[in-house]
């Protein structure tokens, strides 16, 4: 006997639990998502901290005095910091939301933000690199300024944040190719309660009964066969 299984009751979908199981915060942290979003916050920190604290000196940025770069260095990491924040919440909570249509706009809407950021990761990287390599020390002592590892350091994990949001985006893809095997699973799957139950016949194996029944319909000019037997006398 099989019995229906329903691809929209969420169960599952999208690399995700059954809908209205109870929250576990150690399950959930050691998630991979969940691990790789906390280390992309802790990086989108740094970069924009250290570019904000001392990486202007009267309007003048520490990158060659290119405000650009400063406000880009800053404006991506603030956005990547909000980013982790709204997404993570949303991991907290993608177990709960019983439709299959919901989950899949989440991972898709992940998988965006998170290769559209780890593109303009490498941007800022490169932006900020060269930046630097065009700012000489004594353009930097005039202006003012003495701590250069800031200015390093927001280089160094811009990098860091390419390969932690190229990690995002590629967790995101697994879970949507996840939902999408699962959209074109059969439909149909054996009951569990009945061992050795299987949604398909067995081929007969070598010198069994094949169990063939006799044709229904007989030979064109052959003689159809009595079911009956004569009375012997």
């Known amino acids: ?8 009751d969420g169960g599952g979908a999208y690399g995700a639990g059954k809908a209205g199981a109870a929250f576990d915060p150690v399950e959930f942290i050691k998630r991979p998502q969940v691990i790789c979003r906390i280390i992309s ?3 989108s920190i740094i970069v924009f901290g250290c570019i904000s604290s001392v990486g202007y000196i009267k309007n003048d940025c520490i990158y060659n005095g290119d405000t650009n770069a400063c406000h880009y260095g800053i404006g991506i990491g603030v956005v990547a910091f909000l980013g982790c924040v709204l997404f993570i ?14 989950r899949k706009y ?8 998170s290769g559209f950021w780890t593109f303009l990761w490498f941007v800022g990287f490169c932006y900020l690199t060269d930046m630097w390599r065009k700012t000489t020390t004594d353009w930097l002592t005039d202006k003012g300024f003495h701590d250069y590892s800031t200015a390093q350091a927001a280089i160094a994990f811009s990098f ?4 932690s949001w190229a990690g995002l985006a590629f967790l995101a893809i697994r879970r949507y190719q996840q ?7 059969p439909s149909y799957e054996p009951d569990p309660q009945i061992p050795g139950a299987s949604p398909y016949p067995a081929y007969p194996e070598p010198g069994q009964d094949p169990g063939y029944q006799q044709q229904p319909f ?6 159809p066969q009595p079911d009956y037997q004569a009375p012997a006398y």
């Open 1 to 8: 006997m099989m019995h229906s299984k329903s691809k929209m």
């Open 41 to 43: 916050w802790v990086f």
């Open 89 to 102: 919440c949303v991991d907290a909570m993608f177990d709960n939301f019983s439709s299959v249509q919901q």
């Open 106 to 113: 989440i991972v898709i809407g992940d998988m965006v933000f």
């Open 160 to 163: 860091f944040s390419i390969i």
């Open 179 to 185: 939902g999408w095997d699962q959209a074109f699973a």
């Open 218 to 223: 007989q030979e064109p000019g052959s003689q």
